[in-house]
């Protein structure tokens, strides 16, 4: 089989009727509007695609808009021509897609890369920002906050890593990393990751995107988010531990955290229910109104 036939087969199996594509900032965006009522954003993280909100999608669309996309180097989006994988592009590209869609303004809600990306947004475009959903979010930099995946990507061996990280049980071990419930690992989900992760370019965007892009530790103006914000986490998130929870409500200013015991680093994909229903609490101004809260 050559290369573009299992592109296609990638292309087929991972599409629905809800799927589009469009070209913003130069690169060819996956993304699906599915739904109607108030427009809600779901961003996801590294390693993972627009089906991690598959459960959430299934919920929400019965009362939002609910638009999900591919980040630039990852899923149907993939590697782009010119390798830029910055925050700054990242940014561009969402609210290009706002534009695109004619949303004005919406609820923004992002997991772990895609958090770092949602709480970005929401300072560089704090009127386009209803409300803001932050799980297991990514952007403090430092050792603690960084996956191990993203460190073994910066070793002197980094492309074997890479190669063993396409090897579908390697994925497989990083996905146990974040599941606390392991009979949630099913074969499916494992495959779902290791086709998208692994598709042509992907690997290589994602090398770029680890050693080659700079990124800014811009935490310090967390405090300059205008935005209500709910923070979800897991308190057993091997990835990006709950500590970080505390940073984040700490230092936005309309923040309420939401803890979930025996929950990993994807609180949306590990307990979907419960995570649907706390969201369409904070989206419609109920719940428990104290700072934290546990799940």
């Known amino acids: 089989m050559t290369n573009g036939a299992m592109i296609d087969d990638i292309l087929i199996k991972y599409t629905n009727e809800h799927s589009r594509f469009v070209v913003l900032n130069g690169a060819m965006v996956h993304y699906r509007d599915e739904g109607n009522g108030y427009p809600i954003v779901l961003l996801h993280g590294a390693f993972s695609s627009l089906h991690t909100y598959d459960d959430w999608t299934a919920e929400f669309k019965k009362e939002f808009r609910v638009i999900r996309y591919d980040l630039l180097g990852f899923g149907l ?4 021509r010119d390798d830029n994988y910055s925050m700054e592009s990242q940014l561009r590209v969402l609210r290009d897609l706002l534009d695109t869609l004619r949303i004005d303004r919406c609820v923004v809600c992002g ?4 958090g770092w990306i949602a709480w970005e947004f929401a300072l560089r475009y704090p009127n386009r920002v209803r409300k803001l959903i932050l799980m297991d979010a990514a952007g403090f930099l430092d050792n603690d906050s960084i996956p191990l995946p993203f460190k073994l990507a910066r070793t002197p061996f980094a492309n074997r890593v890479v190669r063993m990280v396409v090897r579908r049980n390697v994925l497989e071990q990083f996905l146990r990393q974040v599941y606390v ?3 949630k690992v099913t074969e499916h989900l494992i495959d779902r990751y290791y086709e998208l992760f692994s598709r042509e370019g992907n690997p290589d965007a994602f090398m770029i995107m680890v050693n080659k892009t700079q990124y800014r530790n811009n935490t310090h103006r967390l405090k300059e988010i205008k935005s209500p914000t709910l923070i979800i986490w897991g ?7 709950k500590k970080y929870a505390d940073y984040f409500l700490q230092r936005i200013p309309k923040a309420r955290l939401v803890l979930y ?22 989206i419609h101004g109920g719940g428990d109104q104290s700072n934290l809260f546990y799940g």
Do not use: C, K, Y
């Not at 989006?77 to 782009?80: D, L």
């Not at 997991?111 to 895609?114: A, C, H, K, N, Q």
């Not at 308190?235 to 531990?241: R, T, V």
């Open 77 to 80: 989006t993939g590697r782009q």
């Open 111 to 114: 997991s772990s890369l895609g």
């Open 181 to 183: 419930d392991q009979d």
């Open 235 to 241: 308190d057993e998130d091997n990835w990006i531990p």
């Open 261 to 282: 015991e025996g929950v990993g680093h994807l609180p949306m994909e590990e307990v979907p229910i419960e995570t649907s229903a706390e969201v369409q609490r904070f």
